[in-house]
Structures are given as C-alpha cells and as structure tokens.
C-alpha cells in the first residue's frame, strides 16, 4: 500500500490559520447584529420580535438550508474557490446591511450573509482531514471551534470597539453609528477573501481504500439510516440545545442594557470581555477532555462530556432570574460561556471522529443544519416574542431567557444520553 503524501505542516498550518482568521470575522459579521438591536429598533420603529426574525429567520434559515448543498458542492468541487467566493459575499452583504433604507433591505441582505457563510465549517472539515494525517487533525480543527466558541462572546468585544468608534465618525460621515460600525466590520473581509484566493491552493483530496464511493448522497443518507438510533438523538439535541443558547448569544448583551443599565458598549465589552475569558477556557478544556478519552479507548464519554458541558450552560443561563446585579449577571455569563463551549470543543470532534472521510463535510453540515433550523432560526425569535408578549417591564428579555433554558435543560441532556447508548456501533463502521 503506497503511503500517503501528506502536505508540508508549514503549509497545512498556513492554511489553517487563514481558515481561523476567516472564521472570527464571521462570527463577528453574524453576531454584530444582536449588539446592535437596540439603536436598529429606535431607528426603523420595530420591536425586538423582528429583530429576532432578522436573526433568525434572516440568517438562520437560509444559513441552515444552504448548507446541504454547498457541502455537496466542497465534497466534489474546489473547496478554496468556494470558500473564497463565500467570504466575499458575506463581507459585502455585511457591508450593504449599513445601507439599507428599511427592514426588508435589510432583512435580504443578512440573507446574503448567512449563504456566504453557509460554505465554512463543512468546507473546513474537509479541508483540514486533507492537509493532515488522522493522528494530527484534533489539534487544526480544535483550534478553529475555539475560535468559533471565542468569537461568539468576542464578537460583541470588538463590535463594542466597532461601535465606538463608529460613534465617533458619525457626524462627519453621515451614517448613524450602527450603519458604520456594519461597515467597519464588513471591510476586512472584502481584504481577507482575496488573500484567501490568491495564496491558498487546493488540496489533493486524500482517498483512503473502500471510500471512493462517499460522495453520493444516497450512500451518505444510507449511512445514517443505519446508524439512525445515534444521530437522530444527537443532531436533535444540537437544534433543542441551541434553541436557548443562541438565545443567550443574540440577546444578553441587551438584557444588560434593558435590566442592568449599561450602555450599547458596555454591554458588548463585559458579555464580549467576560465572554472571550470563559470561551477561552472552554476552548482548552473540553478538546482536552475528548483527547483524553479517545486516548484511553473510551470515545463515547466524550458525548457524555457534551451532555454535561451543555446541561451546564442551560442551568447558568436557567439562573439569570436569580441574578439581582450586574456581577452575578457577569458570573452566569462567564459558566454559561463555558458550559456551551462544549457544543463547538466537542461535538464536531465527535463527528470527524465517527464518520466516514469522503461523508465528513455532508455529516457535518446536517448537524449544523438541525442546530442552526432549529436553534438560530427559531431561538432569538422565541426569546423575543416572549419578552414582547408574554413577560412585560424591563426585566422581560431576562425572564424569557431564562424561562426557555429551564425547558431545554433536561430535553437536551436527554437526547444526548439516548445517542450515548448507539456510539460504539458507528465508531466501529467508521473506522472499517
């Protein structure tokens, strides 16, 4: 059997650190919408319910939807250009967002984000698991989920800085500091995605024996019905699990300004500052937990650790409602953070653990579509209708937090446990 040729780390390296770097600007891109809910609801007269549909179902869905088909365009076609194409067209969306003259202009073009978007962690699984050996992925793909789980709170770090000194251009450029600081955010990607294209090439696509057949859909979906009793559990936890902690991304940052008083930067400085600590602890903890399972031959603990680290960020969020200041407000974000972080530190190494190399884009992808459909779609929305028609006064976007994590904590572990008791069966076929 003729050894493979693995490309030079330097290279593989190269590559990686481009794919994190892009990955933190679209966690920014994404996230600086909730950030900036408050000014965007003064301005256009809308309520927070819309702003969730702008999160929601203006990125979640057809961020969601996207990803099916762009992962089966990276699993047969030239990965880089995609992802090349993807950034740039997320980076001008971004940047037409702080233009738009009303809600539906608006509303399209976060659409034109989330298809942007949609290419990047698919195309990144596979990219990674064709530019280092089996034995040396957990490290590139651990350190790109880090950053993932780090932008979700350092996002509104930066968008805060954005904010800033947006505040102060206004005057002299003519655009409200919400339109600017979409700009500001959206130009670095319009540099990025060139860079991307010009200095990365394409990776010889590694085959390995019995697998050349993984492309096709069919044999894909043929897959996971056999091993239905795993994934089924385990996707709808993603989607249960996100529904209250995409909540918890889109809108603490404005539950500290509506029930602790904080302005539009503060917020986004202490959930991003707090945020970024906790998520970084996260990011080494929990990838070092799955390390240390697979080592000892004991995988399928690392899901028990997802269930837990989960469990954790609901009982956090669930306790918000016990938080009478803004430090112990501070302190559930900071267990929160890390309790999710488990999501993005664990459940895709579980994945590229598991299954099969030519199906890692297209499992991966079905697993960010039931989170994001279910989650990002219907989450920020539920959490703000709550607050809008269910709980009243300025503690209401707090109470609805809190209220939809309780629901989720025990349908969230409980599906985890379930996909627990099928593991071993579909390690074993992966790894044949």
Not at 11 to 21: E, M, N, Q, T
Not at 113 to 139: H, M, Q, W
Not at 161 to 166: H, N, P, V
Not at 329 to 343: E, K
Request: hydrophobic share 55%.
């Amino acid at each position: 059997m003729t050894e493979t040729a693995w490309p030079s780390l330097r290279r593989a390296w190269y590559v990686a650190g481009l794919l994190c770097l892009i990955a933190a600007l679209s966690y920014l891109d994404r996230y600086i919408i909730a950030l900036l809910a408050d000014p965007i609801i003064r301005d256009m007269g809308i309520d927070a319910t819309a702003i969730g549909l702008l999160i929601g179902l203006g990125f979640g869905l057809l961020y969601a939807l996207s990803g099916v088909p762009v992962a089966y365009l990276i699993d047969r076609g030239t990965r880089v250009r995609i992802v090349g194409i993807g950034v740039i067209v997320w980076s001008l969306s971004t940047v037409a967002s702080g233009f738009a003259p009303n809600f539906e202009i608006l509303l399209a073009t976060r659409a034109g984000v989330a298809i942007g978007e949609a290419v990047l962690v698919p195309a990144t699984v596979s990219i990674v698991a064709d530019l280092f050996p089996p034995e040396k992925r957990a490290l590139p793909i651990g350190l790109f989920m880090a950053v993932s789980t780090l932008m979700a709170s350092g996002a509104f770090l930066i968008g805060a800085w954005a904010f800033e000194l947006a505040t102060i251009l206004s005057p002299d450029l003519g655009l409200s500091p919400w339109r600017l600081t979409l700009v500001i955010v959206g130009v670095p990607g319009l540099l990025l995605g060139p860079l991307w294209l010009i200095s990365v090439a394409e990776p010889q696509r590694i085959e390995e024996p019995g697998q050349a057949d993984q492309t096709s859909v069919a044999v894909a979906f043929a897959y996971l019905g056999r091993h239905w009793r795993f994934y089924l559990p385990f996707y709808l936890s993603f989607g249960v699990s996100a529904l209250a902690s995409y909540s918890f991304i889109a809108w603490t940052a404005t539950m500290l300004t509506r029930s602790y008083g904080q302005s539009v930067a503060q917020a986004g400085a202490i959930f991003g500052l707090v945020g970024v600590i906790a998520a970084a602890v996260a990011a080494i903890f929990w990838p070092a937990i799955s390390a240390w399972v697979l080592k000892r031959g004991r995988a399928e603990l690392a899901v028990l650790a997802l269930a837990i680290g989960l469990g954790i960020g609901h009982a956090a969020v669930a306790a918000f409602l016990l938080a009478s200041d803004i430090d112990g407000a501070i302190a559930l974000i900071a267990v929160a953070t890390f309790g999710y972080g488990a999501a993005g530190g664990l459940a895709v190494l579980i994945i590229q653990h598991i299954a099969p190399p030519r199906m890692r884009a297209k499992i991966t992808s079905l697993y960010v579509l039931v989170g994001n459909l279910v989650g990002l779609t219907c989450g920020p929305a539920l959490s703000a209708w709550l607050s809008d028609a269910v709980f009243t006064g300025s503690d209401a976007l707090r109470q609805s937090l809190s209220v939809l994590a309780l629901i989720m904590l025990p349908l969230t572990v409980g599906l985890i446990l379930l996909a627990t008791t099928a593991y071993r069966r579909v390690a074993d076929e992966g790894r044949r």
